[in-house]
């Protein structure tokens, strides 16, 4: 890794704790109301901590590229949803160590029209909070479709964040002195203008750089490349190996957007930039009958996941359609002339659906590019590899300085775990392999 992006990372580290735990601390200065009882004490601070937190998750989700980069789009979503899940226990911690320690906040009152406003909100906050959780982590087993479960996920964030606050305020016992409460009311702000910027501001630059496609190329493997061309722009500089997300159908307000590698060369003219998307489900399954010229939408690039050091040996493992941020390295590099030695494992189920087979076999002549196919299903008469990859086709295919080379790897969940066990068998150190996940949610 390189020394610019460690020095990256610890900077927004500190940004990041600093937004979490200022707010908390700015709390303790000046008028402090009279000391109650540790636990009491102890359980605030767990709900300012746990609010300061949600409402911070609209920056992690905000796709700032600068903040990103030296991660990665999918280690940032991954920390997005620990981080969640830690946010949310200190949220429910909060009224639980009040009832458990029979703290008189919560003393039960009469009749519900007792109950002051300042607790309805924390039941409506902690509930909001409860429901997006499970919608969250079994999103799947629940059924809901993607676009919905997106669109109650950012409506139930805002209702617990809305509703924390105002239980602040409604119970106002560390912020009667103005200044913390305006500090408060500053963040929920700053928290709110995170998501204009997503869902207003950022579609209101992308409805003005539009894109056209120019073709819609079949490939292999229930396959289709779309080529789109910048309308009236010069469109974006990538790095290969990074993704955008497509919106085709609907403007860039809707959340539609899907997240897909760049397959073209980030050498390309003119702007034009091609994605390469295999038949998996709603949106891909249309993807073959979009028209010639329609307009669309593209917000990149982002990601981290793009090629190494020029001196060193890149293996790239790619599993089915983990081919496409594989492919725009190895066309990227044949069209900058470079020759640094590439070993491309490239896993697919049969013969005939292996994506790209036929130009990857002639860009050999352009590279020092070595290429071991991987069949699951293999043809009669097949003398190639068969089965999973795993540590002994590494030690079969690839010079014996493992630790040496750098890795890239893309394909189903299943198979970059395998991938990322077996090098850890074979001693390479993890700051040498690099992941580009499909599974963000
Ligand atoms: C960084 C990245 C790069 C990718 N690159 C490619 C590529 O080059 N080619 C390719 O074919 N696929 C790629 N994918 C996968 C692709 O984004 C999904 O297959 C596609 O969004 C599925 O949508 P669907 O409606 O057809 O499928 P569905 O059946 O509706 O969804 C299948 C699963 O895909 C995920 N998904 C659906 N919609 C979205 C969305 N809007 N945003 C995020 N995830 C979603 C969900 O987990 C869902 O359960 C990439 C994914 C990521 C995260």
Redesign the pocket.
């Known amino acids: 890794m390189q020394s610019r992006d460690l020095v990256r990372k610890a900077v927004w580290s500190v940004i990041y704790l600093l937004f979490i735990l200022a707010p908390l601390f700015a709390l303790l200065t000046g008028t402090l109301p009279p000391a109650r009882n540790f636990g009491t004490e102890f359980s605030v601070a767990l709900g300012y901590s746990g609010l300061a937190m949600m409402g911070l998750q609209f920056g992690l989700t905000a796709r700032f590229r600068h903040v990103t980069e030296p991660w990665g789009?999918?280690v940032i979503y991954h920390f997005h949803r620990r981080v969640s899940l830690l946010a949310v226990s200190l949220v429910v911690a909060h009224p639980l160590i009040l009832f458990a320690i029979r703290s008189d906040k919560v003393a039960m009152p009469g009749s519900l029209l007792e109950v002051p406003w300042g607790a309805w909100f924390a039941f409506l906050s902690i509930g909001s909070v409860i429901v997006l959780v499970i919608t969250a982590l079994w999103r799947?087993q629940l059924k809901i479709?993607?676009?919905l479960w997106?669109l109650s996920h950012i409506g139930l964030a805002l209702v617990a964040i809305f509703g924390g606050v105002l239980h602040m305020i409604g119970w106002g016992f560390y912020l009667t002195d103005p200044f913390k409460r305006t500090l408060w009311i500053c963040m929920t702000a700053f928290w709110v203008a995170l998501l204009l910027y997503v869902r207003l501001f950022k579609p209101l630059f992308m409805i003005r750089r539009p894109y056209r496609i120019a073709e819609v190329r079949a490939e292999r493997g229930d396959?289709t490349t779309l080529v789109m061309q910048p309308d009236g722009h010069a469109g974006f500089r990538f790095k290969p190996g990074q993704?955008g997300w497509l919106n085709v159908w609907g403007s860039p307000f809707r959340i539609?957007?899907?997240?897909?590698?760049f397959?073209s060369s980030a050498e390309a003219a003119n702007g034009r930039v091609e994605?390469?998307?295999?038949n998996?489900?709603?949106?891909?399954?249309q993807v073959k009958t979009i028209e010639t010229g329609r307009r669309v939408y593209l917000d990149g690039p982002y990601?981290a996941f793009t090629i190494g050091h020029p001196t060193d040996m890149h293996v790239l493992i790619a599993g089915g359609?983990g081919i496409?941020?594989m492919m725009s390295m190895i066309r990227s590099l044949a069209d900058r002339g470079d020759q640094r030695p590439l070993v491309l494992l490239y896993s697919g189920k049969t013969w005939d659906s292996l994506t790209f087979r036929e130009e990857l076999d002639a860009l050999k002549a352009r590279l020092d590019l070595r290429i071991v196919y991987v069949l699951s299903d293999p043809p009669e008469g097949w003398s190639g590899e068969v089965g999973r990859i795993d540590a002994a086709m590494f030690r079969r295919h690839l010079p014996p300085e493992f630790a040496d080379h750098e890795y890239f790897i893309c394909g189903p969940d299943s198979m970059m775990d395998a991938i990322e066990t077996a090098l850890g068998e074979m001693k390479v150190p993890r700051i040498r392999y690099h992941s580009?996940?499909?599974?963000?949610?």
Do not use: N, Q, W
């Open positions: 789009e999918d799947k479709r993607y676009e997106h396959t993704f539609t957007g899907h997240p897909f590698s397959s994605m390469t998307i295999r998996l489900g709603d949106f891909t399954s990601g359609i496409t941020p580009e996940r499909y599974s963000f949610v």
